[in-house]
């Protein structure tokens, strides 16, 4: 069926240049298309979507996602970190700075009297894996106690929250209605890890993108229009794990 649908979409006049793949989620209803932060495009299509009238979809939203692909493109490169004091990381939208410790046994990153506590290492990477597990850690146990008066807002019973790399992807709902966050967005403020969260919770009601699916947000979040344009701006600045 995704080569079929493959071939339906590559009959339009996508631009050469982009890059997309079509997956088929048998639990979708409807024609689901996500943009990455790199600018990929992701068709995502039920398992008996007809080619037809999936390649009919894609080619009456293909100025807008164009326009999108372009927006996507045009963001500066993922930020990258230097991990010496001083160093800036944000944590629920405070700005916290980075002090270098002795590397002790079962020495952890954590929070104290205002600073970031980072056991040194001589890899870099092996640091920045510290920093992206302790924003899991803490991730965890923010969004567990989060999540249910935001499912009970939307009128959903999610099977739960976890928080992993996600790579590309911010969130990501699940087959059995368990709800996955992206470590990097306990970087946002308060409010914009809401409406990460509510997206999904939202999901459990309505498939896609349409409209739909943003009255559901609106009707959770009444200012998710000014939340998404806040989310858009402060989403290139969020830290994916990349140092010097």
């Known amino acids: 069926m995704s080569t079929s649908v493959q071939q339906a979409i590559a009959s339009l006049p996508v631009p050469g240049e982009w890059m997309w793949q079509v997956v088929v989620r048998p639990r979708r209803r409807t024609l689901g298309i996500e943009v990455s932060p790199g600018g990929e495009v992701l068709f995502a299509v039920p398992a008996d979507a007809d080619p037809g009238a999936v390649a009919e979809a894609v080619r009456m939203r293909l100025p807008r996602l164009a326009e999108e692909v372009r927006r996507r493109r045009g963001r500066a490169a993922e930020p990258v970190k230097e991990l010496v004091g001083g160093t800036g990381f944000a944590y629920l939208g405070r700005n916290y700075r980075l002090k270098p410790v002795p590397d002790e046994a079962g020495r952890r990153v954590r929070l104290h009297r205002g ?130």
């Open 115 to 244: 600073w970031l506590e980072l056991p040194r290492s001589d890899r870099p990477e092996d640091a920045a894996r510290l920093l992206s597990d302790w924003y899991t850690r803490l991730g965890e146990g923010w969004l567990a106690a989060r999540m249910p008066p935001l499912a009970q807002r939307v009128g959903v019973r999610p099977e739960g929250v976890t928080v992993g790399d996600l790579g590309p992807r911010w969130a990501a709902l699940d087959r059995d209605g368990l709800i996955t966050v992206h470590w990097a967005v306990m970087q946002l403020p308060p409010a914009l890890v809401d409406l990460v969260l509510v997206h999904e919770l939202c999901h459990l009601r309505v498939p896609g993108h349409g409209a739909a699916f943003r009255r559901q947000v609106r009707l959770a979040l009444p200012d998710a229009d000014h939340q998404v344009r806040w989310f858009e701006e402060q989403e290139p600045l969020l830290w994916r794990g990349a140092v010097l």
